[in-house]
C-alpha cells in the first residue's frame, strides 16, 4: 500500500509596531528556526513585496498626501502583494512572515491619520477576500511588538533619515499604539502583545513562546 505525506499547511505570520519598536530584529531569527525545523520560508513586507508595491512604497513613505489617499494606495499594494505573493506561498505550504500587514493600516491611518475606521474595515473586506480563502484573508498570528513612543523615538534618533512616518511628533505614534492596542482588543486570539521595552533576548523568547504556544514549534 502506498502512503502519501500530506503536504504542510502555510502559516501566515506578521509582525506590527509603531516605527522603533524593533521587530525588524527579530524577523529573519524566526525565519532561521522555522528553516532550521525543515519548513520554506517566504520573508516580505508591507508596504511592499512585489514590484507594483514597491513603488507605492515609496509614494506612500516619502510623498505628501491625505489619508484617503494613503489608505487606497496601501490596500491598492496589498491586493497586488497577496494574489502575487502571499496566497502562492501559503497555497505551497511556506511559512509568510511579514513586516506589517492590515493592522498597521488601522493603526496608522485610523487612530495616527484620524481616518474613517469604517472605511478602512470595507476595504479590508474587499480587498483581502481572496479565492483561495473563504472568509477574510487575515494572519494565522500577529506579533506585536508593544514600546513605548517615547522609547521607540530614542531608538531611532539618528538610526537613518526618517521618512514621513517616522519624522512625525511622539504624540502620532501614542495614537498610532493604541491603534493597536484596539486591533488586539478585537481579535485577542490572533494576536500575541511581546514586551518590545525588554532587552532583546528577552523579546526573542517572547517571540518564540507565541509560535510554540500555536503548536507549531517544538
Known sequence: MTTTTAAPTGIFITFE?????????????????WRAQGRSVTLTREPGGTPL???????LLHDAMDPLSEALLMFA??????????EPALARGDVVLCDRFTDATFAYQ???????????????????TVPACAT???PDL????????????????????PDKFEA????????VAAGYAARLQADPGRFARINAQLPLPDVWAQVQQACQRSGWLA
Open 17 to 33: 509596531g509603531i516605527d522603533g519598536a524593533g521587530k525588524s530584529s527579530h524577523i529573519g531569527a524566526l525565519a532561521d528556526l
Open 53 to 59: 508595491a514597491e513603488q507605492l512604497r515609496t509614494l
Open 77 to 86: 499594494a496589498r491586493r497586488d502583494h497577496l494574489l502575487q505573493v502571499i
Open 110 to 128: 485610523g487612530h495616527g491619520r484620524g481616518f474613517d475606521l469604517g472605511t478602512l474595515a470595507t476595504l479590508e473586506q474587499w480587498v483581502q
Open 136 to 138: 477574510v484573508r487575515q
Open 142 to 161: 500577529t506579533l506585536w511588538f508593544d514600546v513605548p513612543p517615547a522609547v521607540a523615538a530614542a531608538r531611532l534618533a539618528g538610526a537613518r533619515d
Open 168 to 175: 512625525l511628533p511622539t504624540e502620532f505614534f501614542a495614537r
